[in-house]
């Protein structure tokens, strides 16, 4: 109202001077302004005089405009409703100018067949913008199913265009659109539609509608950033356009950005009758595994259009998703019942089974989906991808062709297309349960370490659950994290390094990232007791549950592996900021800060680690077999633990405060840690100390610090940091010890055991810096550079064992040291460990080593000693072909041969 | 012994005329004193390497450095005036079928389309080093330029005879080069003769040290930026993975170095004419083995494994008997 007061006395300076027709067209321009610039009010008091008694069409179809774009749609209609006097004048014609934008309020609303009498009676009456009528009435042959019509309907727009000098704005809006709808079926139309929207813009200067449709088509081609750009140039003058919000909105869910939702809630403050944004929430509410609110927006939309198939979609797959199955059957009656060749339910619901890990589920929606309506494309690839997901590689490979010939911008069936045919430089080696993927180049080193881990946690993990997934396990590893990523998303950057999809395990190899920063043993284990929870489950364990005892499983498997607590960790739990155990699932699907989801792994774990000292294992079980029931986890824990939810989140924490109740004191001073930082470091690679502050003025202020708070482990590790860069060794340790007294797990390698262990290596107490570096391997399963530090030292003292064990560690992290394995060969066979020889000297090979002579000479021997005689000749053979007159290989030849000296 | 040492050597002993090895190896302009260092820690493992591990004599093995007092190895200065000096002292020296080995240690550069090793005061181009290269006339010539920006020189000095090495490909691979240091590292220790001949071939130096430099940039987590060429075929293109099957590789497969070890027991076997009929047999089978391998995609596995082992063990008899003569006992 602000803007009308502003506004007002201008236009009656106007009145005193100018005709009364030039008064109204001033009026109607100052209207229209105030409008796009997002002053609604202001735009109808300026309209207000200009429809009281008169016509007015071009002043009402504004008004209305203004209205409907505010959520109040019966004003809208009501302002398209001629008074008594006006339709007694020139009723006819006023009536059928205004009918098309009736017709398109009725439709906003579902009111169909009252939508569809309106915009016939706008070509019957020939109005100025019937062609835009005719636009609606093959929209709604569209949504009510009868697709051959609607596309007649929007086909003879091409003909419109080619034959007409000059089309309106308007026209060239409905032409933009049916081109659009054409699109369907020849995705090249998309290029013609985009510029009959600018030519709509430029016909139609200030008018927000051509950017928003040229935003919404770019959306619709996957190119974000272009449909940004247009809802920008729309938001800047208006920033509460609604449709251009929405656009935004969209286009942030589509970019992954978190800031969609409270976009989509933006739309809302100018128009609560949003349909689009309250279906944009719901969504994004249901992918957050919250059924409940995306229920609520779903019937808050359908309140404003009972018709709106996009919001019935969303309904269904919240009642689905709930369990609520006769309200779910409900939602699909009512969907069959306006549209039978609907897809968009079916496919909604494949979209929010696969979020909920319920592949096969997916595929039988999407199929649904596409049987529906087979240019259903988006649909199509969703049953691809599943297909994909659940061991269908080769129908879901040519579906993904399919998908990609209807809709070739599809970035996500591209970047699969393209993954798969990359599928030709791999093998694919099969064992008891398992069909394992392995890229070409590292297929020969991998092998004989992938095929003996896998099988070994899933003997290990058939005899803890007692149970068995469905085999043969597909196991998938990429060399590439953007090819890892793409198999499970379509897209790159995906930040994790292994997903189970059942009986598919999709993970990175270990040469996808650098020595150290992961463990793909660990993570194999953890991605197969995934496909264990999921097979026990029939896929409805919840995520948290899955996630925790998969981490458990790790760390059941080798005490080193697996997430443990951390001060930041303890620090956010201690400070209330992690979930009740009775809520952990959102702390995975909807965390609150970005370190959220690393912690509720390690806190899931840890209650993992409590039901099982406390309840047992077969306590474990009976909730995954709950689970498969369709049981919920409060259900579940009130029937197996005997604790309703706030008595089972009160004595897991107590068990939590019990446990870290001296690591808790320790770190309780952390200051909170800044958005992607740990308070204390987590590691720091070769970090032993080096770059720590080490002036005189920081160690002073660190002294006062530990003086002040001498139970602060960060305080201490600072304080020893800062000495030990200052050449003060014995003050060091003195504070590193104390610091690990005050936490004795930790786990970073920049803690008090790897700078322990260089003041003993410096002092030449390199069994002590052994012993350190041991003890904290024994906490870090990525410690690459700490077990190879630990068997130098071991080999220095003549430690075989030690130094042995040291270097299995090391090559289990990272196996792409040809010296590692020459040396853990050499020592399996002092050892008397002929099968870890014959391993070790393979994995030599199998690194192309520049000497390949020497290298099947000893892998010869190897197998030799092995008692492999035939495959050890034909390494002999290997080894000589290359250096015929190879002593060693020919004098051990004859020795083959029973020719010996 | 390696018993194809032997052969070479009996063979040169017996009859053919000896083949001298001469090596100058030029460390050129440090510009800073770690680089500098490192060049001339380089060379100078080269030069005793030379020395010590293939019995060059000081005259045969020349080091020609930026600073003549930064190590007791160093025969003179590394400008335009000493590295004449030494090449045209070499070429009066040499024999006419001795073999010549060059090798550059240091920085170059690439303007243009002239390529340069620099050296301390003027430079020589890749043009100039041609014309000096010439003094050599018909004698084999290798020459490893193991600067930065040295891949226009494999064009520039291609020649009939003539076996060129350099660090990079490309003049725009400029940054410094690894390649020298295991250049030095092959010709060190055994760890380079591939074939385990007993001799080291500029093939194995060649190969050995690019798997290194490679290896040495993945360790670094570093992506590779001197990719090393070989040509020996005079054609001008050289090759990053040259091969004894060519197109290059062939005549640096025989461009070798005897190690001193291999002298010990020559004089037995130059004095046995047994020994030098076995050694003859011996080479034979050999080649018999080349035939086969170069026929190995037409045979049956199976065929080819049984005929191989069949020659591989005669070798191996051949062996026995060759070092028993040889006063190396019973074994290969």
């Not at chain 2, 080819?304 to 070092?323: G, N």
């Amino acid at each position: 109202m602000r803007g009308a007061h502003r506004a007002l006395p201008a236009l009656l300076l106007l009145a005193a001077a100018v005709p009364l027709a030039a008064q109204d067209d001033a009026r109607l321009q100052a209207a229209r302004e105030a409008y796009f610039g997002g002053e609604y009010e202001q735009a109808l008091a300026v309209l207000a005089p200009l429809t009281r008694a008169a016509p007015a069409p071009e002043a009402r179809i504004l008004q209305a405009r203004v209205l409907a774009e505010t959520g109040r749609h019966d004003e809208a209609l009501a302002a398209l409703a001629l008074p008594g006097a006006a339709a007694g004048a020139a009723g006819g014609s006023a009536a059928a100018a205004l009918a098309r934008t009736r017709g398109e309020v009725l439709m906003a609303l579902g009111r169909w067949d009252e939508a569809e009498a309106a915009f016939r009676a706008s070509v019957a009456g020939r109005a100025p913008d019937q062609q835009v009528a005719r636009l609606r009435l093959a929209e709604l042959d569209f949504l009510r199913g009868r697709r051959a019509e609607a596309m007649a309907g929007f086909d003879a727009f091409i003909d419109l265009y080619n034959g007409s000098a000059a089309l309106t704005g308007e026209e060239l809006l409905a032409v933009a659109r049916a081109v659009t709808w054409l699109g369907r079926a020849s995705s090249s139309l998309y290029q013609d539609a985009l510029r009959a929207y600018d030519e709509a813009a430029d016909a139609l200067p200030g008018d927000p509608r051509p950017r928003v449709g040229a935003g919404d088509l770019f959306l619709a081609r996957y190119a974000s950033p272009d449909a940004h750009e247009e809802y920008r140039q729309v938001l800047e003058r208006n920033p509460a356009h609604p449709d251009a919000l929405w656009g935004r909105a969209r286009a942030q869910d589509f970019d992954g950005n978190p800031e969609a939702l409270a976009t989509a809630e933006r739309v809302l403050e100018t128009n609560p009758n949003h349909v689009g944004a309250r279906v944009l929430i719901a969504r994004i509410h249901l992918r957050a595994e919250d059924p409940e609110r995306a229920r609520a927006a779903a019937e808050r939309a359908l309140s404003v259009n009972p018709n709106a198939l996009e919001a019935l979609a969303v309904l269904a797959a919240a009642h689905h998703r709930a369990g609520d199955e006769a309200a779910f059957r409900a939602a699909l009656r009512r969907a069959d019942a306006l549209d039978p060749a609907y897809p968009g339910v079916y496919a909604t619901l494949a979209e929010v089974s696969a979020d909920t890990r319920k592949y096969r589920e997916a595929v039988d929606f999407a199929r649904e989906a596409v049987r529906r309506d087979p240019q259903a494309w988006d649909a199509l690839g969703t049953l691809a991808t599943n297909q994909l997901r659940t061991g269908a590689l080769e129908e879901g490979r040519a579906n993904m062709g399919r998908a990609f010939q209807g809709d070739p911008f599809n970035p996500w069936f591209k970047n699969t297309l393209d993954l798969l045919d990359t599928w030709t430089h791999f093998r694919v080696v099969r064992t008891e349960h398992f069909e394992i993927a392995l890229r070409e180049r590292e297929a020969d080193l991998l092998e004989p370490y992938v095929t003996a881990l896998a099988e070994e946690a899933y003997a290990a993990l058939a005899a803890r659950y007692g149970a068995e997934p469905p085999t043969p396990i597909r196991l998938e590893l990429y060399p590439s994290s953007a090819d890892f990523s793409v198999r499970t998303l379509g897209l790159v950057g995906l930040g994790a390094l292994g997903v189970s999809f059942g009986s598919t395990l999709v993970m990175d190899s270990p040469s996808a990232r650098q020595a150290g920063e992961f463990n793909w043993a660990s993570t194999l284990w953890h991605e197969l007791a995934h496909a264990f929870h999921l097979g026990m489950s029939d896929h409805n364990v919840p995520r948290w549950f899955s996630e925790g005892l998969a981490v458990r499983e790790q760390r059941v498997a080798r005490p080193h592996w697996g997430f443990r607590p951390t001060p930041a960790f303890l620090q956010a739990w201690h400070d209330g900021r992690m979930p009740p155990l009775s809520r952990m699932n959102e702390g995975f699907v909807r965390p609150a800060f970005p370190q959220q989801v690393l912690f509720s792994y390690v806190l899931a774990s840890l209650a993992f680690d409590w039901i099982e000292e406390t309840y047992g294992f077969q306590a474990i079980r009976r909730f995954l077999d709950g689970y498969r029931g369709g049981r919920s986890t409060e259900a579940l824990a009130g029937e197996i633990l005997g604790l309703d939810s706030a008595t089972l989140d009160g004595t897991f924490e107590r068990y939590l405060r019990a446990r870290f109740a001296g690591e808790i004191r320790a770190v309780a001073d952390l200051p909170t840690p800044a958005p992607g930082g740990l308070a204390v470091p987590g590691r720091a690679r070769g970090g032993a100390g080096a770059g720590a502050p080490g002036g005189a003025a920081d160690v002073e202020a660190l002294r006062a610090r530990v003086r002040a708070q001498p139970g602060s482990f960060p305080a201490r590790l600072a304080l020893g940091r800062a000495l030990l860069a200052g050449g003060d060794a014995a003050g060091a340790e003195e504070h590193l010890r104390e610091a690990l007294r005050l936490f004795p797990a930790y786990p970073g390698e920049d803690g008090p055991l790897r700078l322990l262990a260089r003041i003993h290596r410096e002092r030449g107490e390199s069994e002590r810096a052994a012993d350190a570096l041991r003890r904290l391997g024994t906490l870090n399963e990525n410690a690459f550079e700490v077990h190879r530090e630990e068997a130098e030292l071991r080999r220095a003292l003549g430690e075989d064992a030690g130094e042995r064990a040291a270097l299995t560690r090391a090559v289990e992290v990272f196996p792409y040291d040809p010296d590692l394995h020459e040396r853990l060969a050499e020592l399996h066979a002092a050892a008397g460990d002929t099968g870890g020889a014959v391993r070790e000297r393979r994995a030599v090979l199998a690194l192309d080593p520049v000497d390949r002579a020497r290298a099947h000479l000893r892998l010869a021997e190897a197998l030799l000693a092995d008692g492999e005689r035939t495959e050890a000749r034909s390494q002999l053979l290997r080894a000589l072909e290359i250096a015929p007159t190879y002593d060693e290989a020919l004098e051990l030849l004859l020795q083959i041969r029973g020719e010996g000296s | 012994m390696r018993a194809a040492a032997l052969l070479l050597l009996a063979a040169a002993a017996v009859g053919a005329e000896a083949q001298d090895v001469h090596l100058v190896t030029v460390v050129g302009l440090g510009g800073d004193p770690a680089y500098a260092e490192r060049f001339l820690e380089w060379g100078a493992r080269i030069n005793a390497a030379a020395r010590e591990r293939f019995d060059l004599p000081p005259e045969r093995a020349l080091l020609l450095a930026e600073d003549p007092t930064g190590h007791p190895a160093v025969a003179g200065r590394s400008d335009r005036a000493g590295v004449e000096a030494a090449i045209r002292g070499v070429a009066e020296r040499a024999g006419p079928r001795d073999r010549v080995l060059v090798v550059l240690i240091g920085h170059g550069s690439f303007r243009g389309d002239e390529a340069r090793f620099n050296l301390p005061g003027p430079d020589f181009t890749a043009a100039e080093w041609d014309a000096l290269l010439a003094r050599f006339g018909e004698r084999e010539v290798a020459v490893v330029n193991t600067a930065s920006a040295s891949g226009p020189f494999v064009q520039a000095l291609a020649a009939p005879g003539r076996t060129v090495i350099t660090a990079t490909r490309t003049g725009a691979e400029r940054n410094e080069t690894q390649f020298a240091g295991y250049f030095a590292e092959a010709l060190e220790g055994e760890a380079a003769d591939l074939d385990k001949d007993g001799m080291l071939s500029l093939l194995e130096a060649f190969t050995y040290a690019r798997a290194e430099v490679a290896r040495h940039y993945g360790e670094a987590n570093l992506l590779l930026t001197e990719h090393a060429l070989l040509d020996d075929n005079g054609d001008g293109e050289g090759s990053e993975e040259p091969s004894r099957e060519g197109p290059d590789g062939s005549a640096a497969a025989l461009f070798r170095l005897v190690p001193r070890s291999a002298y010990a027991t020559v004089p037995d076997a130059v004095g046995d004419s047994v020994t030098v009929r076995l050694l003859n047999e011996r080479g034979a089978l050999e080649a018999e083995v080349a035939r086969l391998r170069a026929a190995r995609e037409t045979m049956e596995q199976a065929e080819y494994e049984t005929r191989l082992e069949e020659l591989l063990v005669q070798i191996a008899l051949k062996s026995r008997e060759i070092a028993a003569r040889s006063g190396g006992g019973g074994g290969a």
